[in-house]
């Protein structure tokens, strides 16, 4: 693992600054957990020498100067820890188990600290001691203290034990930094290297998961999620590109043939006004082609702006049934609605219109005279289903999938005008309002149902 690389990541840099409060409120709580030992400590040895002076005082009550001399002298030598020393004015020693004034100030309140010497198992040593300095009467001078030595090997070593638990905190807390940046920095250049390899042209590459739900698992389901319609999108682009080089190089070649023809010959004017009338035609059902090309792209990227508004699917359907109805009587068909109560729907009306009419157009085309054509609407649970249906030929089973892709034509509709896009719009469309374009036989004919989910506008 490249360290210079590690520390510059945005997890170290943040693990540094979560380390760095932690370690900050570690140390505020041992030094105050230190600060707490150390005046517990002083305020016992306090209070032992206060009780000592208390009973110094009953004494000296009671049998004065000399009586407080011989309570000194005898706890003197009983005491180990206690430490007494009785002065004249000029500090002469009269009795106690200390050999002279210690050379230190004596702080307010009559305290002092200051080291000593005194024997232990044979040896001289230096301990550390707090007394309180008293006045008596005809300017005596009374020291009562303690050997607080035991007390600062406890501090000490409470003291210690402090910098070594902050020590261990940081460089614990420093590797974990470490150890959480590197798992890290692995996860992201898996990402970073599956994203040069999509950038290189590998678009079924996928950032792995591993299963842990955490938050690099929920952006790298995200990621392959993008990256899936990103690649349906390519292949979509693919697809229409290949289809537009393979359907539509016939009728320009026709319309370029038409003009050749024209041009080549001395016809009249109304020759002359017969191909170009043909001419524009063609170039209206190549425009067309386009246009339902460029829909169904945008419908099938969600990129095709819909404008959800409430439909009364009744006078909906009847104003379709009314202005189709002229075409199917020129073929001898009759055409019917059929709409069972009051049916709301929310969707975008002139798409939902381009659907239908496709719908609608290819049964008038591929039914026969005499044969009967119905649109129907009805609710079914929460979804509502428009259906057309027409006596024609029907399509076969295995074929119901395939006739919804672009310039699919069954052998059956060669003859017959028409690109092979309508019924790819409309399965575009469908989607685009989370439905889906159903083909059934109808016995005979087809009956091409459009399932929508019933909802509000603007869901």
Do not use: C
């Amino acid at each position: 693992m490249n360290l210079p690389k590690l520390f510059k990541t945005s997890t170290f840099r943040l693990s540094l600054i979560y380390l760095s409060v932690f370690g900050a409120s570690v140390l505020l709580l041992l030094g105050f957990i230190y600060w707490s030992t150390a005046r517990l400590t002083t305020s016992q040895t306090d209070e032992t020498i206060a009780a000592e002076i208390t009973g110094l005082s009953e004494q000296y009550r009671r049998s004065g100067l000399v009586g407080l001399a011989d309570v000194v002298r005898e706890r003197s030598r009983n005491q180990r820890q206690s430490l007494y020393l009785l002065t004249d004015g000029n500090r002469f020693v009269i009795a106690g188990n200390l050999n002279a004034w210690p050379e230190v100030e004596t702080r307010p309140g009559g305290w002092l600290e200051f080291p000593y010497r005194r024997p232990v198992g044979g040896r001289v040593e230096t301990h550390p001691a707090r007394a309180r300095h008293l006045i008596v009467p005809g300017e005596f001078q009374l020291l009562v203290g303690r050997d607080i030595h035991g007390q600062s090997e406890v501090i000490e070593f409470i003291r210690t034990s402090l910098a070594w638990a902050l020590a261990l905190t940081l460089a614990l807390g420093l590797a974990g930094g470490i150890l959480m940046s590197r798992n890290l920095l692995r996860r992201v250049e898996v990402i970073n290297r599956t994203s040069r390899e999509i950038m290189a042209g590998e678009l079924d590459q996928r950032i792995p998961v591993r299963g842990a739900n955490d938050e690099l698992d929920q952006l790298a389901l995200n990621l392959n999620e993008m990256l899936d319609q990103i690649e349906r999108l390519v292949n979509s682009l693919r697809e229409v590109t290949d289809n537009i080089a393979h359907d539509l190089r016939s009728p320009l070649n026709r319309l370029r043939s038409r003009l050749e023809v024209t041009l080549m010959g001395e016809g009249s004017a109304e020759q002359f006004r017969d191909a170009l009338e043909a001419t524009i035609a063609e170039a209206d059902d190549l425009l067309a082609t386009f246009n339902a090309l460029l829909n169904i792209a945008k419908a099938e990227a969600g990129q095709l702006e819909i404008s959800p508004e409430t439909i009364d699917l009744g006078p909906f359907i009847d104003d379709l049934a009314e202005l189709y109805e002229p075409s199917a009587a020129e073929k001898g068909l009759g055409l019917s609605a059929a709409v069972h109560g009051k049916i709301d729907f929310a969707g975008d009306r002139q798409l939902l219109s381009q659907a239908l009419a496709n719908l609608i157009d290819n049964a008038i085309k591929y039914s026969e005279n005499g044969g009967a054509i119905v649109i129907r609407a009805d609710r079914s649970g929460d979804a509502v289903e428009i259906s057309v249906t027409d006596s024609g030929p029907g399509i076969p089973e295995n074929d119901r999938e395939r006739v919804t892709q672009r310039f699919v034509r069954l052998e059956a509709s060669r003859n017959s005008t028409g690109s092979g896009l309508g019924l790819s719009l409309v399965r575009a469309i469908a989607h685009l309002h989370d439905g889906e374009l159903r083909l059934e036989d109808a016995r005979p004919g087809v009956k091409a149902s459009l399932r929508l989910p019933s909802r509000n506008p603007g869901e």
